[in-house]
């Protein structure tokens, strides 16, 4: 029964110590693709089309990991660059386009292989994100559609020991953008996220509040808030 039980133990351990490692080695080899393929807030998609070999390796290596809601930081990270790893993917499987929402169900019906499920984009958003943690608002900020109306891409990966300055860093870069919250007196249009997702930044205030708390000149105590369409123009480095 010991030798049984002994057994057991280190059989866990492997697949434990191996699941970590390839969750390690998944945050790296990310890093260096959005190093390489990223500038200034947009994607070289040319360069990945004419050789996915990189961005394929990183989604059949993501198809095996296992993450759990247990390990927040670990869980977050690696389904937001899941989700902008399976968006770049979704671009070039049709490359050349305009626009993501040139692909009929590019959000909803399009699958993916990824942390041990089949899934759709919209799914590792809602239900693998949102709905796991409610009060997260600035998940919004980090998660790219692959539309210039989307807070723009970093170049580098989300990682588990620095996702929380990451993950405010990218909201107080987007809500301090004078193209992402338009101000003229006290006239403010907001992007069309604080529209649909309204519910995600009122858990401390209302819309306002939320930006004010990481806008470094808070918006007007009148002011008068409207939403600008929002644009779907692919996010292509040019």
């Known amino acids: 029964?010991?030798?049984?039980?002994?057994?057991?133990?280190?059989?866990?351990?492997?697949?434990?110590?191996?699941?970590?490692?390839?969750?390690?080695?998944?945050?790296?080899?990310?890093?260096?693709?959005?190093?390489?393929?990223?500038?200034?807030?947009?994607?070289?998609?040319?360069?990945?089309?004419?050789?996915?070999?990189?961005?394929?390796?990183?989604?059949e290596m993501a198809k095996g990991i296992s993450v759990s809601s247990?390990?927040?930081?670990?869980?977050?990270?690696?389904?937001?660059?899941?989700?902008?790893?399976?968006?770049?993917?979704?671009?070039?499987?049709?490359?050349?386009?305009?626009?993501?929402?040139?692909?009929?169900?590019?959000?909803?019906?399009?699958?993916y292989e990824l942390g041990g499920t089949s899934i759709t984009l919209n799914d590792i958003e809602n239900k693998m994100l949102r709905a796991k943690f409610p009060k997260e608002p600035r998940f919004h900020f980090v998660l790219v559609c692959g539309g210039l109306g989307c807070p723009p891409?970093?170049?580098?990966?989300?990682?588990?020991t620095t996702l929380d300055a990451q993950l405010s860093k990218q909201t107080k870069r987007a809500l301090n953008d004078p193209n992402f919250i338009r101000v003229d007196k006290n006239k403010v249009k907001i992007s069309q996220i604080f529209e649909w997702y309204?519910?995600?930044?009122?858990?401390?205030?209302d819309?306002?509040?939320?930006?004010?708390?990481?806008?470094?000149?808070?918006?007007?105590?009148?002011?008068?808030?409207?939403?600008?369409p929002y644009d779907w123009t692919l996010n292509e480095t040019k």
Do not use: C
């Open 1 to 59: 029964m010991k030798t049984i039980q002994l057994t057991l133990i280190a059989t866990f351990m492997t697949v434990f110590m191996g699941s970590a490692q390839n969750t390690s080695v998944f945050f790296s080899k990310s890093d260096a693709f959005f190093k390489a393929h990223v500038k200034n807030g947009r994607v070289d998609y040319k360069s990945v089309n004419n050789d996915t070999s990189e961005l394929d390796g990183l989604l």
């Open 70 to 111: 247990d390990k927040p930081n670990d869980y977050q990270a690696f389904w937001i660059n899941a989700y902008n790893l399976a968006v770049i993917k979704g671009v070039t499987n049709h490359y050349p386009l305009k626009s993501p929402l040139d692909v009929g169900g590019f959000f909803d019906k399009t699958k």
């Open 153 to 160: 891409i970093i170049a580098s990966a989300y990682k588990p």
């Open 198 to 205: 309204k519910g995600d930044f009122e858990h401390d205030g």
């Open 207 to 228: 819309v306002v509040d939320f930006i004010n708390t990481y806008k470094t000149e808070t918006l007007p105590e009148n002011a008068k808030v409207s939403y600008y």
